[in-house]
């Protein structure tokens, strides 16, 4: 056992349900991982300077995976009841993150084993998966075979067939880019079953590359792409590979369905990799506006870059309470994930698309040079993130997912037929997660959304609160306006028809708004169920006063505005005029920013050291 499997183990033998006397403690894991990889503006396999390096030379980080491995990470890819160290969805959420913000490269490349895995772990083929979790506890990756040359995200039009024979089978056909489809050992493969094809014509398989003879299978050229240079994204093809009977995933015509499901928590956690970009991100613009004088004052005095990083740090907040809700829902409300994953999926790496955008402006030119400042990481970063929104769905994909569940999410809401302590358990970090029942994963949300339908309520409440509480007399008015937009939102919904060839263009602007109402829910429901709890010294300042609520809230309420306009209702002043009360808002929350920033913590709405520790 590696030594952070044993850190972990004493953790949970100290503390069965990690974090549950506090939520700080949900960094525990995060920082020993922290530690273990060392500080990566130093040397090292997963240094920032090494990374730069391997991404000008195309290179694979095999020293950063090597590492990784040694410390154990691979085993949180595997749930407990196959030998594995996952016993809850956020842990692996806070590692994915951790990885990702120092490399994103890296925590692409070796996190893939998990996305290979994760159809095995749902099919519950427990002799499979037993077979399974032994090669990745081996250190073995595994990539999984979906897309095709000319069909990409389109499953059912496959053209990789399986025909039976001899007991087994014999595939044959092309899969296209895959990540680690040359370096992987194991390939779980999405293959045609039934020669008519249809959601029963289509079976996984799990290939290992060292039973075939030679000549079944070829690897394709690595293909060269604008991010994430050093990922094995390349290509498998099989001509009549004999795979035996024990090689099929679950039951034959199973596929479909089981790729569906394990993509709902592929799709909750890869906003991991976002967070951690959005970190990395917001560090390097926040370090050059420090150090950066311009027409005799620091950068960061300016007003504009004093906005710019209020706001992407406010954006960052909300990102990451819509990120924990999606990891706890995995546990939590799981025949509802067909909703949480594609919201998840859609808005994070959207958002943080644009904060890596607009913290470019603030960086100016040395946001695009290669080898001037910083090693180069931002340029790096912004062009390796531009993956996270593509794959397991792209964005349009997750926006369809919605507009295909409008019927039933506006006739459902609000959901008012869910278990009392569901929605605890999904917002209060402090409450132990059941185990994952993967037979609830669910391809339709038959009750609605649970976490939009607590909004209205949440709404209400935090009302009653600000006429206590002055100081929430802004989160509450905004609160009850994002509430009234959803309302106005499942009207529209309700009214929405299909048309030939899919939905509407105006019902992807639903779907839009809807994404933010959902994580305005998010954002509600974790403020209320986590205020109480004890918070770090840099992070009790954004809690006590409602600060990051009513930042994100704003953020999101602007954002909605300009998804569906009109939705939010009259609007008081033009966008451009001076509001005092939002300038103050973000003078306060850029304090909590520098104060993490120079604290050498994560930026996070809990306190989380880095291995860097304070700036010098």
């Known amino acids: 056992m590696t030594a952070l499997t044993e850190r972990a183990t004493a953790a949970r033998e100290a503390d069965p349900v990690l974090g549950a006397a506090d939520p700080a403690l949900r960094w525990r894991l995060a920082e020993q991982l922290e530690t273990r990889l060392g500080d990566p503006s130093a040397a090292g396999p997963l240094s920032y300077a090494r990374a730069a390096a391997e991404d000008a030379a195309e290179e694979f980080p095999a020293a950063a995976c090597e590492l990784l491995g040694e410390l154990g990470v691979h085993h949180y890819y595997i749930p407990a009841e196959y030998g594995g160290a996952l016993t809850e969805f956020p842990q692996l959420l806070e590692i994915v993150r951790t990885i990702a913000r120092r490399d ?14 994760v159809c095995v772990w749902v099919a519950q083929d427990f002799e499979g998966a037993e077979r399974l979790a032994s090669l990745v506890r081996a250190g073995e990756p595994v990539s999984l075979g979906l897309t095709e040359r000319t069909h990409g995200s389109d499953l059912m039009a496959g053209e990789v067939v399986a025909e039976r024979a001899h007991g087994g089978y014999l595939v044959t056909g092309e899969k296209w880019l895959i990540n680690n489809a040359t370096r992987g050992r194991l390939v779980c493969l999405l293959a045609r079953t039934a020669a008519e094809g249809g959601p029963r014509g289509f079976s996984l398989f799990l290939v290992d590359k060292h039973a075939l003879p030679k000549g079944a299978y070829r690897t394709l050229p690595k293909v060269r792409t604008l991010g994430i240079r050093g990922a094995d994204i390349s290509g498998i093809a099989f001509d009549r590979a004999p795979v035996d009977a024990g090689a099929l995933v679950g039951r034959e015509g199973e596929g479909p369905e089981t790729v569906l499901k394990a993509l709902q928590i592929t799709r909750s956690l890869c906003t991991a990799l976002s967070l951690g970009a959005a970190d990395h991100g917001l560090r390097v613009a926040h370090a050059f506006a420090a150090e950066r004088e311009l027409y005799g004052r620091r950068l960061i005095d300016l007003p504009a ?46 958002v943080v698309d644009d904060v890596l955008t607009r913290l470019r402006g603030v960086l100016g030119a040395r946001a695009v040079l290669s080898d001037y400042y910083a090693d180069g990481r931002f340029q790096k970063l912004e062009r390796d993130h531009r993956i996270v929104g593509i794959f397991d769905g792209n964005t349009m994909v997750n926006l369809y997912a919605l507009t295909a569940q409008f019927r039933t999410l506006a006739r459902c809401h609000p959901v008012r037929d869910r278990e009392p302590d569901a929605l605890a358990d999904t917002y209060c970090y402090a409450r132990p997660l059941p185990r994952l029942s993967p037979g609830q994963l669910s391809l339709l949300a038959r009750r609605g959304s649970t976490v939009l339908g607590s909004l209205p309520t949440a709404a209400e409440v935090l009302g009653a609160q600000a006429s206590r509480r002055p100081e929430l007399a802004r989160a509450a008015a905004l609160a009850r306006t994002l509430a009234q937009a959803a309302e106005q939102l499942h009207t529209r919904m309700r009214a929405a028809r299909p048309v030939p060839g899919g939905a509407p263009v105006e019902s992807f602007d639903l779907a839009r708004g809807y994404s933010l109402c959902f994580a305005a829910a998010c954002c509600l429901g974790v403020w209320q ?38 939705v939010t209702g009259p609007q008081p002043r033009p966008p451009a005029a001076y509001d005092p009360d939002l300038e103050s808002l973000y003078e306060r929350l850029l304090g909590r920013l520098t104060e993490q920033y120079e604290a050498g913590e994560l930026f996070s709405l809990l306190s989380g050291r880095i291995a860097e520790g304070p700036p010098c």
Do not use: Q
Request: charged residues 20%; without cysteine.
């Open 104 to 117: 994103l490269t890296s925590a692409i490349g070796h996190g893939k084993t998990f996305l290979g895995a």
């Open 305 to 350: 870059a004093r906005r710019t990083l209020a706001e992407t740090y406010a954006d960052v907040l909300a990102m990451e309470a819509l990120s924990t809700v999606a990891a706890r829902s995995i546990h939590t409300l799981p025949d509802e994930l067909s909703v949480t994953s594609a919201v998840a999926k859609y808005l994070v790496p959207t």
């Open 529 to 566: 169920h986590n205020r109480r709890l004890a918070h770090g010294p840099r992070t009790a300042a954004l809690w006590s006063s409602g600060l990051w609520l009513e930042a994100a809230l704003a953020r999101l309420a602007e954002r909605l505005e300009a998804a569906v306009p009109g």
